[in-house]
């Protein structure tokens, strides 16, 4: 399967990681040497495709990992890939998000090959399919990758190294420097090593202390049954995931909210459908983890950088408020089962 040069457009976070190193071990490639690694977030990938189309060309390859359509730049993305594929360009997207069969048609018929599976995570889509594609078997390491990464990803924690390496690899809030050179370790074969060690006890250090100035922007809400509990948070460990999992804990909140100053918006529960919520503000994700970027008032932005609490309080209400908005049978959880298109 020949192509000019490999753009590969990734989530970054490990499971983005992971899978854009997946990509280019199956490829054959290194980053850098045919091939040009991209991240973003689902918010804004339509100015990251934006960006790249200047420099694509025909015969070229691009991939889009880790990465689901939302609905406020879901029209937008279309048209690029469109407009991409018009011009001689191969694009294949390979996500586990949940999708609707309209955003699934819409890329397809925009002239992508897309697999979405929702039953692993991005690495594992693209270890199965993109192998596949290319008629090649996953060696040992992409197996032993896809099982570490999904254990963190998707919350399972059933191989003992995921919790070290999620914490050692870091947010996507992390410098893209680390991200790099993460992914570069992934494409030559190494999972863990000393570099990795020592990033992980400076992460843990650096959890601890956070954590607790998170703690302190703590607001909760009721919304009808149930209980929203969302906090502040900047830039540096713990991962929302683990922000997450304190607030359900602790507080028996039946949906987590994590806030940053750009009004990035992660949403966290075991027994609500955040995806619904992320898609009824313009976002997306997964049943139990999900987000959205909201547009908060410049008071709130302002006021925040004083009184941090101030940014949980309307994250929690504009939750609140999507909440009441929707019906029960569309906040339920629906069974997970394969979903291949």
């Given at each position: 399967?020949?192509?000019?040069?490999?753009?590969?457009?990734?989530?970054?976070?490990?499971?983005?990681?992971?899978?854009?190193?997946?990509?280019?071990?199956i490829l054959g490639v290194r980053?850098?040497?045919?091939?040009?690694?991209?991240?973003?977030?689902?918010?804004?990938?339509?100015?990251?495709?934006?960006?790249?189309?200047?420099?694509?060309?025909?015969?070229?390859?691009?991939?889009?990992?880790?990465?689901?359509?939302?609905?406020?730049?879901?029209?937008?993305?279309?048209?690029?890939?469109?407009?991409?594929?018009?011009?001689g360009v191969r694009v294949e997207w390979y996500d586990h998000h949940v999708w609707s069969e309209d955003d699934l048609n819409s890329l397809k018929k925009a002239g992508a090959l897309v697999f979405v599976d929702k039953s692993t995570c991005a690495t594992g889509v693209v270890v199965r399919y993109a192998s596949s594609v290319r008629g090649v078997k996953p060696d040992g390491f992409l197996v032993e990758l896809e099982s570490t990464v999904c254990s963190a990803d998707l919350w399972r924690w059933d191989n003992s190294l995921s919790p070290k390496l999620f914490r050692a690899v870091?947010?996507?809030?992390?410098?893209?420097?680390?991200?790099?050179?993460?992914?570069?370790?992934?494409?030559?074969?190494?999972?863990?090593?000393?570099?990795?060690?020592?990033r992980l006890q400076q992460y843990v250090s650096e959890e601890l202390k956070n954590m607790e100035k998170i703690m302190e922007t703590v607001y909760v809400k009721e919304a009808g049954q149930l209980k929203i509990v969302a906090v502040y948070k900047t830039e540096g460990p713990p991962a929302n995931s683990i922000v997450g999992a304190l607030l359900e804990s602790r507080y028996g909140a039946h949906i987590a909210?994590?806030?940053?100053?750009?009004?990035?918006?992660?949403?966290?529960?075991?027994?609500?459908?955040?995806?619904?919520?992320?898609?009824?503000?313009?976002?997306?994700?997964?049943?139990?983890?999900?987000?959205?970027?909201?547009?908060m008032p410049v008071w709130v932005k302002t006021l925040s950088k004083i009184y941090p609490k101030i940014a949980s309080w309307y994250a929690a209400k504009t939750v609140a408020e999507a909440v009441k908005s929707m019906s029960p049978e569309s906040l339920k959880i629906k069974a997970e089962e394969s979903e291949y298109w």
């Open positions: 399967m020949e192509y000019k040069h490999a753009y590969i457009v990734t989530h970054a976070d490990l499971d983005g990681v992971g899978a854009a190193a997946a990509f280019l071990r980053p850098g040497r045919g091939a040009t690694v991209v991240y973003s977030e689902p918010y804004n990938i339509d100015e990251t495709l934006g960006a790249l189309e200047d420099y694509v060309e025909g015969g070229d390859l691009l991939a889009v990992t880790d990465l689901g359509l939302n609905e406020d730049v879901r029209e937008k993305v279309v048209s690029i890939v469109e407009r991409l594929v018009g011009k870091g947010s996507r809030e992390e410098a893209r420097e680390w991200r790099d050179r993460v992914l570069a370790k992934f494409v030559e074969g190494i999972l863990w090593d000393e570099e990795l060690e020592a909210g994590i806030i940053r100053p750009n009004g990035g918006l992660s949403l966290r529960s075991k027994t609500v459908n955040v995806q619904a919520i992320a898609v009824k503000l313009g976002g997306g994700g997964h049943y139990r983890a999900a987000g959205a970027r909201i547009n």
